[in-house]
Nanobody, 125 residues
Framework: QVQLVESGGGLVQAGGSLRLSCAAS????????MGWFRQVPGKEREFVSA???????IYADSVKGRFTISRDNAKNTVYLQMNSLKPEDTAVYYC???????????????????WGRGTQVTVSS
């Protein structure tokens, strides 16, 4: 019911920056939490960042201080600004939406109801 489309991925050198975008369409909910996850081959999808309906944002320790999540409600778009990128940031990045109202944004994959197809981010040395 909610469609999410990520964009902005690509190849960047270590130390560089990228900004990912997640455009939402369909029956979106203003109360939903929007999250970013990433996954590399052979590993489980891991939490990166999320923005709660209240505006509060959280980050995985591995990206804290380097990544910033933001949103533009008028455009139904969520962004992930990624600075000081490291090779270990290489992954497919997925945008996700949690339709359940919670006290805090969730870091759990299963909490999210809708997912985008992902966008590849590759950080070279």
């Amino acid at each position: 019911q909610v469609q999410l489309v990520e964009s902005g991925g690509g190849l960047v050198q270590a130390g560089g920056s990228l900004r990912l975008s997640c455009a939402a369409s369909g029956r979106t909910f203003s109360s939903s939490t929007m999250g970013w996850f990433r996954q590399v081959p052979g590993k489980e999808r891991e939490f990166v960042s999320a923005m709660h309906w209240s505006g509060n944002s959280i980050y995985a320790d591995s990206v804290k201080g380097r990544f910033t999540i933001s949103r533009d409600n008028a455009k139904n778009t969520v962004y992930l600004q990624m600075n000081s990128l490291k090779p270990e940031d290489t992954a497919v990045y997925y945008c996700a939406a949690d339709a359940t109202i919670r006290w805090n944004p969730s870091t759990i994959t299963s909490a999210y109801d809708f997912w985008g197809r992902g966008t590849q981010v590759t950080v070279s040395s």
